[in-house]
T-cell receptor, first 111, second 113 residues
Framework: DQQVKQNSPSLSVQEGRISILNCDYT??????FLWYKKYPAEGPTFLIS?????DKNEDGRFTVFLNKSAKHLSLHIVPSQPGDSAVYFC??????????FGPGTRLSVLP | DAEITQSPRHKITETGRQVTLACHQT?????MFWYRQDLGHGLRLIHY???????NKGEVSDGYSVSRSNTEDLPLTLESAASSQTSVYFC????????????FGQGTRLTVV
């Protein structure tokens, strides 16, 4: 059973528009959530995080929203740029210990 | 600059051979992790360590082992390589406190033939 789910394997968005990537989790013990971005042939790189005491965290073009009651988080990218084309992984942890990753969503930003 | 490095970047080995993948970090992080990435599964945890002499099994630990003799290194050993272990392997490390992200190496692509 996957504890972290990303139900959209892929997403295509026009340059300049908003990209919304979704993630659901099942373990109510998770209290820290992260988004990673991965380009081909590279390791995942940390993008943005949110702790369970918040419902929103913003960093430039990237905003993460957390809905604890629904066990759902989303990553918004505004405006989307071609360089944002990558695989995005949602991850969750308890006390920042083990990180459980979702299967990833491949984002394509079309010029 | 502190970093985390994996070696080799690519490896082809035969079924049944023992293989060791190296991971070295210079951040002095206590937490280190090994993941494998496969299509449709994302990143799955193989083994992890919270400090020297500490090792723990992850979600997909069968056929793998790790040892932690110092803070900087967490080598991953495939005792007898199998074709099902063909994958991309990522090592990561994190600070030993709450709300800390993990930093990843560039990955090792392992092919078992």
């Amino acid at each position: 059973d996957q504890q972290v789910k990303q139900n959209s394997p892929s997403l295509s968005v026009q340059e300049g528009r908003i990209s919304i990537l979704n993630c659901d989790y099942t373990n109510s013990m998770f209290d820290y959530f992260l988004w990673y971005k991965k380009y081909p042939a590279e390791g995942p790189t940390f993008l943005i995080s949110i702790s369970s005491i918040k419902d929103k965290n913003e960093d430039g073009r990237f905003t993460v929203f957390l809905n604890k009651s629904a066990k759902h988080l989303s990553l918004h990218i505004v405006p989307s740029q071609p360089g944002d084309s990558a695989v995005y992984f949602c991850a969750a942890s308890h006390y920042g210990q083990n990180f459980v990753f979702g299967p990833g969503t491949r984002l394509s930003v079309l010029p | 600059d502190a970093e985390i490095t994996q070696s080799p970047r690519h490896k082809i080995t035969e079924t049944g051979r023992q293989v060791t993948l190296a991971c070295h970090q210079t951040w002095n992080h206590n937490n280190m992790f090994w993941y494998r990435q496969d299509l449709g599964h994302g990143l799955r945890l193989i083994h992890y360590s919270y400090g020297v002499q500490d090792t723990n099994k992850g979600e997909v630990s069968d056929g793998y082992s790790v040892s932690r003799s110092n803070t900087e290194d967490l080598p991953l050993t495939l005792e007898s390589a199998a074709s099902s272990q063909t994958s991309v392997y990522f090592c990561a490390s994190s600070r030993d406190r709450e709300l800390s992200e993990a930093f990843f190496g560039q990955g090792t692509r392992l092919t078992v033939v």
